[in-house]
């Protein structure tokens, strides 16, 4: 037994039965390897700059833990425990790329990894105009439809698009002027499917196929399936480098399926949910990352 001293830090305005199973999880898991663990909500941490130097306040006298998993997105927080000397897996830097998704694929670029074709929206000022339609001619000059647009933060699905023709293509852009966004190529060959790989380390531990009958995007918020999948090494592979070069101790990758069901990267998650993929292959992910932290500390 390891008698490790945890901290899971999760988001203290996202409280719901779903987050609360899943921190549970972690909490029954890391007990099963012999460490305490002490689930923190990022609002019951103030990060301070106080005479010039870093300092956290709380209302705990449980400091100074041995690590800290942060399943958290508050990256300032979490740079802030970092410059304090703590242990976060992932690291801030890990969180920050992968939550944007224009950053995440600036990274993996320029890496042999297949991709698909992605523009980014040039940043607007709020309240600022576009006064012609060069950016519009210039997305129907580079890409057919149907498009992709994917709000650069977002999970779930939930900010991801496909638009069917120019009207539409306008709308959605008129919608998100001012919000980092993407355009990006639809593979049509894996419409409604995906599959979604977890990492930890250096090993691909659990994995499934995502299909729906009724939506482009796999995500089971959107009413996909989850099914059994023994990924094809190529499939192994892209998400260990994909993975590594992110920085990440541990993450989720989405794959999409290609022409010859080659692998195409989606995105990587930091901060992926083991509640689901526990349900259909009954790997206990929080372990295995558990017994990674331990490996690591
Ligand atoms: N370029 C694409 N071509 C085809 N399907 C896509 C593409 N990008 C995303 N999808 C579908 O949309 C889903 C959600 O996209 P993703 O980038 O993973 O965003 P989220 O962070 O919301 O899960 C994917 O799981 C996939 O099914
Ligand atoms: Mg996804």
Redesign the pocket.
Known sequence: MSNKYGWLIYNGSLISNKFTEINNRYKESAKKKGIDLDLIKNNEIYSLVENGSTAIKMDSDKLNPDFILFMDKDIRLARHLEKLGYRLFNSSKTIELCDD?ISTYQVLSDNNIKM?KTLFSPMMFKGTKENDNKFIDFIEKEFKYPI?I?EAF???????YLVKNQEELIKKRNELLYVPHLY?????S?????ARLHVVGDKVVASML?T?DTD????LA?G?KMHKFEPPESFVKLAVKASKLLGADFSGV?I?FGEENEP?I??V?SNAHIKNIYDCTGVDVAGCIFDYILMNL
């Open positions: 998704k698909p992709i994917k977002g999970s779930f699905g939930a900010q991801v990006q190529e639809f593979i049509s894996s419409r409604g499917r995906d995502r729906s482009f995007r796999a995500n959107n996909g989405d999409l195409i989606c995105e998650n």
